[in-house]
């Protein structure tokens, strides 16, 4: 750094010291958002493809290159559009509670749990024990059918189903 540099005495070439490359916020040179002397940059005059800008980086909401729910481009995500390859999204985190590869109770894919039910018991209408008589699974019975009580082994949790 020159001596007239340190007292403060700058050889200014438009926003930048010619001699101890020291910047200032004046006389910038201005090719559209960017100056090319300095490298600062302006919200005006970018140069947009598509959503983003080819100079500053910086983007805007028009003209995204969506593929599926990304954009190509500048990486904006939108909830829609995924690119489902069975319960995931390909191009992000996103799930859905359809198409699980099930491997016995857990999904491959997203790591969903579900029950495994395992058959314990049969029994009629006449039988069915107390506390559960009248509706079951929305369905109010009036004719005798076959129940079947089934048990998770995963978690314990118990259901019943008409056979017909
Ligand atoms: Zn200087
Ligand atoms: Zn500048
Ligand atoms: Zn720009
Ligand atoms: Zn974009
Ligand atoms: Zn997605
Ligand atoms: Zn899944
Ligand atoms: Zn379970």
Same mark, same amino acid.
């Given at each position: 750094?020159? !001596?007239l540099?340190? $007292?403060? !005495?700058?050889?200014?070439?438009?926003?930048?010291?010619?001699?101890?490359?020291?910047?200032r916020?004046?006389?910038h040179? @201005?090719d559209?958002?960017?100056?090319?002397?300095?490298?600062?940059?302006?919200?005006?005059?970018?140069?947009w493809d598509?959503? $983003?800008c080819t100079?500053?980086?910086?983007?805007?909401?028009?003209g995204?290159? @969506?593929?599926?729910?990304?954009?190509?481009?500048?990486?904006?995500?939108?909830?829609?559009?995924h690119?489902?390859?069975?319960?995931?999204c390909?191009?992000?985190?996103?799930?859905?509670?359809e198409?699980?590869?099930?491997?016995?109770c857990?999904?491959?894919?997203?790591?969903k749990?579900?029950?495994?039910w395992? $058959?314990?018991?049969? %029994?009629?209408?006449?039988? $069915?024990?107390?506390?559960?008589q009248?509706?079951?699974?929305?369905m109010?019975?009036?004719?005798e059918?076959v %129940?079947?009580? %089934?048990?998770c082994?995963r978690?314990?949790?118990?259901?019943?189903?008409r056979?017909?």
């Amino acid at each position: 750094m020159g !001596i007239l540099c340190k $007292l403060g !005495i700058h050889q200014w070439d438009g926003c930048k010291c010619s001699r101890c490359g020291k910047t200032r916020d004046k006389r910038h040179s @201005w090719d559209g958002c960017l100056c090319t002397r300095c490298g600062k940059t302006r919200d005006e005059g970018h140069s947009w493809d598509g959503c $983003l800008c080819t100079r500053c980086r910086k983007t805007r909401e028009e003209g995204h290159s @969506w593929d599926g729910c990304t954009c190509v481009r500048c990486g904006k995500w939108r909830d829609e559009n995924h690119i489902w390859i069975g319960c995931k999204c390909a191009r992000c985190w996103r799930t859905r509670d359809e198409g699980h590869s099930w491997n016995a109770c857990k999904c491959t894919g997203c790591g969903k749990e579900r029950h495994i039910w395992e $058959l314990t018991e049969t %029994y009629t209408m006449d039988e $069915l024990p107390e506390g559960i008589q009248g509706c079951l699974e929305n369905m109010c019975f009036i004719e005798e059918h076959v %129940y079947d009580k %089934y048990k998770c082994s995963r978690c314990g949790e118990t259901m019943e189903k008409r056979r017909e």
